[in-house]
């Protein structure tokens, strides 16, 4: 072998070792890459989780609207079927209906305090919390109390003589 030929191979190595650098480095790149993604992935995937989801809710008849008569407040229970994994419920709510000049108004009875039972008595047109006494008004406006802010309405609407609430499923 003389000097000549041993130089030849020392470039030829010199060559080669760049090639294998840079595959080697794309090799732990495509490692970090992967152990990265398997980290973070499946707590990315957790965290946009309900920006998937869609909503799934329905209008559902609650009571005919000569049931209500203009003017007064009226209670209503009604249940709802819901699938939930593998578990099917009917699950009960109530509502307080009210009609005036401008519509249908549909209340939820838990109060915005801390989610006690509201009462409504007719006698004074007021709702009253028996917990820590947050009082509304007939709108569901709050006239006294702790409450924080008004009572929750449900999207309502008349149609074919019925009166129809939107609810989540």
């Known amino acids: 072998m003389c000097a000549a030929d041993h130089s030849r191979n020392g470039e ?6 760049p090639e294998r650098r840079k595959l080697l480095g794309w090799a732990v ?4 890459g992967a152990l990265l993604l398997a980290v973070f992935g ?3 995937g957790f965290v946009a989780s309900p920006l998937r989801q869609r909503r799934s809710g329905k209008w559902i008849p609650i009571a005919n609207a000569a049931e209500v008569p203009s003017g007064e407040m009226k209670e209503v229970t009604f249940s709802v079927r819901v699938e939930d994994g ?3 419920a009917d699950r009960k709510y109530t509502l307080y209906l009210r009609r005036d000049a401008d519509g249908v108004i549909a209340l939820d009875p838990a109060c915005t305090h801390l989610g006690c039972r509201v009462r409504y008595q007719p ?3 007021r709702f009253l919390c028996p917990c820590h006494g947050g009082v509304f008004d007939e709108a569901g406006k709050v006239v006294s109390g702790p409450p924080p802010r008004p009572l929750e309405r449900a999207p309502v609407k008349v149609e074919d ?3 129809w609430v939107y609810r989540e499923a």
């Not at 030829?12 to 070792?17: D, K």
């Open 123 to 125: 006698e004074k047109n």
């Open 161 to 163: 003589g019925r009166i």
């Open 12 to 17: 030829a190595q010199q060559v080669e070792q």
């Open 86 to 88: 593998f578990m099917v």
């Open 29 to 32: 790149g495509l490692i970090n």
């Open 42 to 44: 499946p707590v990315l």
